[in-house]
């Protein structure tokens, strides 16, 4: 057997975004993979046909990262290839379109429009909705300086925003006309369509987004091309939302009783004539979304969707994420997948044609496509059965705050009973994600490098309810007793781990906890901060989503309870600072920004702390899941090469 080494992600095979053709026969789907000398991940086009579970490849360029279906079994995708286009591209707004028949030929080129266009959904097969970026501040591209003048001014993954948003068209192919639907200030967040109805939500705002101004839902008809507001912006705070047909949709949505912005959404009916929303049913987790934990899946696709009188979604229940569905008249199914992560699907129109097709992450394997259950793709079969995996060994306890915690352990490769190891305590970002018993590259290069690798979901987690996963202005205090317990536990269970010889990672809320505990317990002998939260304070006013993230989840704001904010920051305990540290940050994360990862090396530094600070360029808060592929692999070796440092002799 091979060990699994740090650039064994290069030989994975991502697959994602399952569709059905019209005709329910075949599905297309993505398959990315990393390219070590591009230094970036090709991605492609697949079928799999329904019958023979046969999948063939479509595109060999390496450049398909999206795709749309038409009614007539073709595919459209965006990509750049004649010379004279990526030229044009380079000095004005331009998105081309490219055809394809599965049924053979080469793509060819189908149209071009003057827009940064992000997603293409199609209305039928003349007409289409672009969404595109609206630039109202366009910046001179000979300018090396950047004006800001709103906020907020950046988004993680999509840079500087000032002035941008998310705008509306309905392109018609056949007249190449291209009409506006939304204002040129107006910022769309989500879409679905059926037949000629059009519903989406967002809001139009100028100078400040404000956090409580809630997305607003609107209706268009493409045949009378009528709009209409179905619901103010500011009345109620919203999530997934698909169209049941053109009269109703279903919304996930919440009055934040309780548990305010934190609190999970229920199910609620859209009646698109009135714009009444009516309770279908209470839910306590996720819609629309699985938040389970891994470096090993690249790429989206479809997470909620109603068809035949059902709405079927992807939820988080317990540590895992499952497809589910619900009815019209409320009631649930039963979960639908087996333990595992289901990260995107798709339904056929009618059951016995092509029926249940999902994309997800189950024992030791990699992202593979599963129909009726059964797994359908196995691009990553032979890799894993030639490495060395560990298979996560789950344990429960009770904590001292009377919930039951749930964790795992990895062992290390070639494990000897009765030798002593090091371990490293791995915590998950969020904190409303969890870990969960899914392949995790870097989890399993520690393992093969001979560590215990133990990780847990403490309070705060996703998929325990709201009760569980509440721990606004609470941070640092029953999720980090939980921690600490659940390492004890960990030490008791496996004496051969040398207590002596643990360090502790983790990446945004869990770089916020790994600052924490060095501030609170010298127990670690080396720890490793990535894109880490440090300074609440700071972080209100910097980060994307700082001005609503901090009053959510730190129960106040620097204006309100300046104290209360410091209190829960990291830098506050910075005296106690002894533990060896490793800050892993990048210079375009947004999302934790870049000031407080330096606040951490200079708060080490003074005190004379070992300490070492490793920024990478251009990359985001995404780093460890899609950034490119070198940036991972250094980021990874500057990790394993720290904790070796401390851990082994």
């Known amino acids: 057997m091979k060990k699994i080494e740090i650039n064994s992600f290069l030989d994975f095979r ?6 059905f053709a019209p005709d329910q026969r075949s599905a297309a789907f993505l398959v990315q993979q990393a390219s070590l000398e591009e230094n970036r991940y090709r991605s492609d086009l697949w079928l799999l046909d329904v019958e023979s579970k046969a999948a063939r490849q479509l595109t060999a360029g390496g450049d398909v990262k999206d795709y749309a279906w038409l009614p007539d079994g073709t595919l459209l995708f965006p990509a750049l290839r004649e010379e004279s286009l990526k030229k044009k591209a380079k000095d004005e707004p331009l998105t081309a379109w490219y055809q394809i028949d599965p049924r053979g030929g080469e793509a060819t080129l189908a149209f071009t429009l003057k827009l940064k266009a992000t997603k293409l959904t199609v209305l039928d097969g003349d007409r289409y909705v672009i969404t595109a970026t609206q630039e109202n501040a366009p910046k001179d591209k000979e300018a090396d300086w950047e004006v800001l003048d709103e906020a907020p001014f950046w988004f993680n993954g999509k840079g500087f925003t000032n002035g941008k948003r998310s705008r509306l ?19 769309t967040t989500a879409l679905a369509v059926r037949g000629e109805t059009l519903l989406y939500k967002g809001l139009e705002w100028r100078d400040f987004k404000k956090p409580a101004l809630y997305d607003g839902f609107y209706l268009y008809h493409a045949a009378s091309g009528e709009t209409r507001e179905l619901i103010a912006p500011g009345t109620i705070r919203t999530g997934a939302f698909d169209l049941w047909d053109e009269t109703s949709a279903l919304v996930a949505a919440s009055d934040n009783r309780d548990y305010g912005n934190n609190r999970y959404h229920d199910f609620y009916t859209l009646d698109l004539a009135t714009g009444t929303l009516t309770l279908l049913a209470p839910y306590e987790a996720s819609i629309g979304s699985g938040s389970v934990g891994s470096d090993a899946r690249l790429g989206g696709g479809k997470t909620l969707r109603c068809v035949h009188s059902r709405c079927y979604f992807v939820t988080t229940v317990n540590d895992h994420a499952y497809l589910r569905c619900i009815d019209r008249e409320g009631t ?31 024992g030791d394997k990699l992202a593979e496509l599963y129909l009726y259950g059964e797994q359908v793709t ?10 060395t995996v560990s298979t996560p060994e789950p344990h429960t306890f009770t904590a001292s705050d009377g919930f039951e915690i749930h964790g795992w352990a990895l062992k290390p490769a070639g494990y000897v009973a009765g030798q002593k190891y090091p371990a490293i305590l791995h915590i998950h970002g969020g904190p409303r994600t969890v870990f969960g018993e899914v392949f995790h590259h870097e989890m399993q290069v520690w393992a093969n490098a001979g560590y215990f690798v133990l990780f847990s979901n403490p309070r705060g987690s996703d998929g325990r309810g709201n009760e569980f996963g509440f721990i606004n202005g609470k941070y640092g205090t029953v999720d980090y007793d939980n921690l600490m317990e659940f390492t004890d536990e960990m030490l008791k269970k496996y004496p051969d781990i040398d207590p002596a010889r643990v360090g502790v990672t983790g990446g945004s809320y869990g770089g916020f906890m790994t600052n924490w505990i060095i501030g609170h317990t010298d127990r670690f002998a080396v720890a490793a901060t990535q894109r880490s939260i440090s300074n609440w304070t700071a972080f209100e006013h910097t980060a994307d989503i700082g001005v609503s993230f901090t009053p959510d989840n730190q129960g106040s704001t620097t204006a309100l309870d300046v104290d209360k904010l410091w209190w829960h920051s990291p830098l506050k305990y910075a005296d106690n600072f002894k ?35 490793v920024l990478f360029h251009d990359e985001t808060h995404e780093l460890s899941r899609s950034g490119r592929p070198k940036g991972r692999i250094k980021r990874m070796e500057e990790i394993l090469g720290w904790m070796d440092r401390y851990l082994k002799d």
């Open 169 to 187: 068209y309905l392109y018609t192919r056949s007249t190449d006309t291209l009409t506006p639907l939304t204002s040129e200030w107006f910022d």
């Open 579 to 613: 533990t060896p540290t490793l800050i892993i940050h990048a210079d375009a994360d947004y999302r934790c920004p870049m000031p407080d990862g330096l606040s951490m090396l200079t708060a080490l530094k003074v005190r004379g702390v070992p300490s070492r600070m």
């Open 378 to 387: 196995h691009f990553n079969d032979e890799w894993t059965a030639s490495h």
């Open 14 to 19: 991502f697959v994602s975004a399952p569709e």
């Open 332 to 362: 649930l199914s039963e979960l639908l997948t087996p333990d595992g992560s289901c990260d995107s699907f798709d339904v056929a129109s009618s059951p016995e044609a092509g029926g249940l097709l999902y994309c997800g992450l189950y």
